[in-house]
């Protein structure tokens, strides 16, 4: 239920704070007073798009509030859970303000909010009914939404859109397969060759830098073998470096044996020492690597068959590794296909079963339930003066089934005795179609979750009895709901649980736009105004029985 809303500075209103109760509630006033501001700062509460041209002129910035009470709305409470939004005594505030440079800014509990949120926040608190409602009953996928809100039928359709969701993708894997199978089974003689020649090539990961590192040692074996055993013959060849080294510490040894001053053979004896070190790791050296011929042959050869596929395929080593295993599960994809599909045509006649159900069961609960909706709205659009009026939802079988079941529902209305039924989009003049949406909207009271109805001149194209009737009908869906009513008319006005008057007025040289609550008193005025004369005693009189 919306408490309270203020507004400053939007379009002419300067300034206003309107607070509301439950029941029925008549917004009347001049044309041209600015009762569509209400509307329009209402639809920006709830994430319509905000523009710059909306700010009264000369401010900088528009400000709105509103308060709403959502003790009893599970669905807005469980929005601000979600969100982290903290809600004291089911009290929820949302306010916009919308600047000079086109931006906006939104709070929800004095939390910064986006658009989208105000949107999904606001299709929780209040329902707009006006022209564009009027052209959308008669779009007949909007009269299915109708009937299986009506019916009650949010988890049934979502059954079905499920279990159909669940057979069309199997379906499509059943196309995919056929495809996959056709296309591999022109190519199976080009993938028999390829996975052939792979699979001979009988390739291992990191093969082929194991075949470079045995080449590359075969190759630097020979050269170390080589040059060892050059610098072998230097050492330790008859007349060598160590030979001549030994007779030299012979001789420095003999030399300090006879003079005590002689140079010491030290330095001779270790440098034997290290060069005989020496000499044995040359002799390591000089050994060939354990790579016989054959073996250093072979990882030639596979070097030379790795480059060769790698060339041809225009991919490394692991890439033909992973060639050979797909071309191989291909190869056995195409063998084992039929069973595949027949697996999954199985599935797919499983789902199908399951989709028909579940279709089957919303027929009947479509059609029960169209038979009951026919009726209120009939008894209503009946006491709408429309007194022969025959309304009724026809079913036509859909050629191909969808998500929404298996049949289409469309309303078909008789206005006039003897007329004979049309579709709806062709039966109803702008005053009929305002009154079968009222007529769904009395059907709908006990069901529709919407605490706050908004309804924009649903009363146009009608007057007299008829306008009276309406007023009853909004009166009525004023026990279930908060009804808000941008009116004309005085026998809609009349019958409201409360009246606000929407004026235009001049002031130092600037226009406002004022909303006012009005007393008992207020109300036969401005009643009397509606009907033409809130000056003649006559009219006054007539306002007074009207407010009786």
């Known amino acids: 239920m919306l408490k309270q809303i203020y507004i400053k500075n939007l379009a002419l209103i300067a300034s206003a704070e309107i607070s509301f109760s439950n029941g029925f509630w008549a917004i009347t006033g001049e044309t041209g007073a600015g009762k569509s501001v209400f509307l329009s700062a209402l639809k920006l509460l709830c994430g319509a798009k905000a523009s710059s041209e909306q700010i009264r002129n000369g401010e900088e910035c528009a400000v709105l509030k509103g308060i709403f009470n959502i003790e009893k709305l599970s669905d807005a409470k469980e929005f601000l859970q979600e969100r982290e939004i903290d809600f004291e005594d089911g009290e929820l505030e949302i306010q916009r303000e919308i600047f000079a440079n086109g931006k906006s800014k939104a709070r929800i509990n004095g939390v910064i909010s986006s658009t989208r949120d105000l949107q999904e926040l606001g299709e929780k608190l209040v329902?707009?009914?006006g022209q564009s409602e009027q052209t959308l009953l008669k779009d007949i996928k909007a009269q299915q939404?109708?009937?299986?809100?009506?019916?009650?039928?949010?988890?049934?359709?979502?059954?079905?859109?499920?279990?159909?969701?669940?057979?069309?993708?199997?379906?499509?894997?059943?196309e995919e397969c056929k495809k996959n199978a056709e296309s591999i089974a022109q190519q199976k003689d080009f993938l028999q060759f390829q996975?052939?020649?792979?699979?001979?090539?009988?390739?291992?990961?990191?093969?082929?830098?194991?075949?470079?590192?045995?080449?590359?040692?075969?190759?630097?074996?020979?050269?170390?073998?080589?040059?060892?055993?050059?610098?072998?013959?230097?050492?330790?060849?008859?007349?060598?470096?160590?030979e001549r080294l030994s007779e030299l510490v012979y001789r420095l040894q003999k030399f300090e044996g006879k003079c005590s001053?002689?140079?010491?053979?030290?330095?001779?004896?270790?440098?034997?020492e290290a060069l005989r070190v020496l000499s044995q790791e040359l002799k390591k050296a000089s050994k060939p690597e354990h790579y016989s011929p054959q073996q250093i042959e072979n990882a030639n050869a596979r070097i030379a068959l790795i480059q060769k596929l790698k060339r041809k395929?225009?991919?490394?080593?692991?890439?033909?590794?992973?060639?050979?295993?797909k071309r191989k599960q291909e190869l056995e994809s195409l063998e084992?296909?039929?069973?595949?599909?027949?697996?999954?045509?199985?599935?797919?006649?499983?789902?199908?079963?399951?989709?028909?159900?579940n279709a089957a069961e919303l027929s009947k609960k479509r059609i029960s339930g169209a038979k009951k909706l026919d009726s209120e709205v009939e008894e209503v659009l009946h006491t709408l003066a429309m007194p022969t009026a025959i309304f009724s939802t026809r079913f036509t079988?859909?050629?191909?089934?969808?998500?929404?079941?298996?049949?289409?529902g469309e309303f078909w209305l008789a206005p006039n005795k003897g007329e004979g039924s049309k579709p709806l989009k062709q039966a109803a003049s702008g005053g009929e179609l305002s009154r079968v949406l009222l007529s769904f909207k009395c059907a709908m009271a006990e069901r529709d979750k919407i605490p706050l109805l908004v309804f924009d001149e649903v009363d146009s194209g009608i007057s007299g009895e008829t306008a009276h009737k309406v007023g009853e009908c909004l009166r009525e869906l004023g026990k279930y709901h908060q009804v808000l009513t941008i009116t004309h008319l005085h026998q809609v006005a009349a019958q409201a649980s409360g009246q606000f008057c929407v004026k235009k007025i001049e002031t130092k040289e600037r226009t406002y736009t004022t909303v006012e609550p009005l007393s008992e008193k207020a109300r036969i005025s401005e009643i009397a105004r509606m009907l033409g004369d809130e000056n003649s005693p006559a009219v006054l009189a007539h306002a007074r029985e009207l407010m009786k």
């Open 127 to 129: 329902q707009m009914h």
């Open 145 to 174: 939404k109708f009937i299986d809100a009506y019916c009650g039928n949010e988890e049934l359709l979502q059954k079905c859109k499920e279990s159909f969701e669940a057979w069309n993708e199997v379906n499509k894997k059943i």
């Open 195 to 242: 996975l052939k020649e792979l699979a001979s090539a009988n390739l291992k990961p990191n093969e082929e830098e194991e075949c470079e590192s045995i080449v590359q040692s075969s190759a630097s074996s020979e050269f170390k073998r080589k040059i060892s055993n050059e610098c072998l013959d230097l050492l330790i060849s008859e007349g060598g470096i160590l």
């Open 261 to 272: 001053d002689a140079p010491k053979p030290d330095v001779a004896i270790t440098a034997e």
């Open 313 to 325: 395929y225009h991919t490394d080593l692991n890439g033909l590794i992973d060639l050979r295993e």
């Open 336 to 357: 084992n296909s039929d069973s595949d599909i027949a697996e999954l045509q199985k599935k797919s006649s499983k789902l199908r079963l399951e989709f028909e159900k």
């Open 397 to 408: 079988k859909m050629e191909n089934l969808n998500a929404s079941g298996a049949e289409q």
